[in-house]
């Protein structure tokens, strides 16, 4: 069973920093793109920022050179280091993985959600 577990959430002042991470575990024999979505009250779920396999970046406008998107070596792990906080970054942040798996002996590729974690930006 494939699981992507975040953390570092939380309630920040605005021009302040948050670095989020999201880790994945399973039965997983490949990843090929990780990213993090958010979605404020009201809103629409909206990509903030994705890598994929090949090393390749995407950011929203919104959050370009604000906002930096990692993985780590085993490339398990992805991060979301956020800078120059505002409020209207408040929403829930949801890690994303494209990736293949082993189900009951067969790869399958699907597409995992996290359970989504709290940024509040607000003094």
């Known amino acids: 069973q494939v699981q992507l577990v975040e953390s570092g959430g939380g309630l920040v002042q605005p021009g302040g920093s948050l670095r989020l991470s999201c880790a994945a575990s399973?039965?997983?024999?490949?990843?090929?793109?990780m990213g993090w979505y958010r979605q404020a009250p009201g809103r629409q779920r909206e990509l903030v920022a994705g890598a994929t396999n090949g090393g390749r970046t995407k950011y929203a406008d919104s959050v370009k050179g604000r906002f930096t998107i990692s993985r780590d070596n085993g490339k398990t792990t992805v991060y979301l280091q956020m800078n120059s906080l505002k409020p209207e970054d408040t929403a829930v942040y949801y890690c994303?993985?494209?990736?293949?798996?082993?189900?009951?002996?067969?790869?399958?590729?699907?597409?995992?959600w996290g359970q989504g974690t709290q940024v509040t930006v607000s003094s």
């Open positions: 994303n993985a494209d990736l293949g798996s082993l189900v009951s002996g067969m790869s399958v590729r699907n597409n995992y």
């Open positions: 399973g039965s997983i024999f490949s990843i090929y793109a």
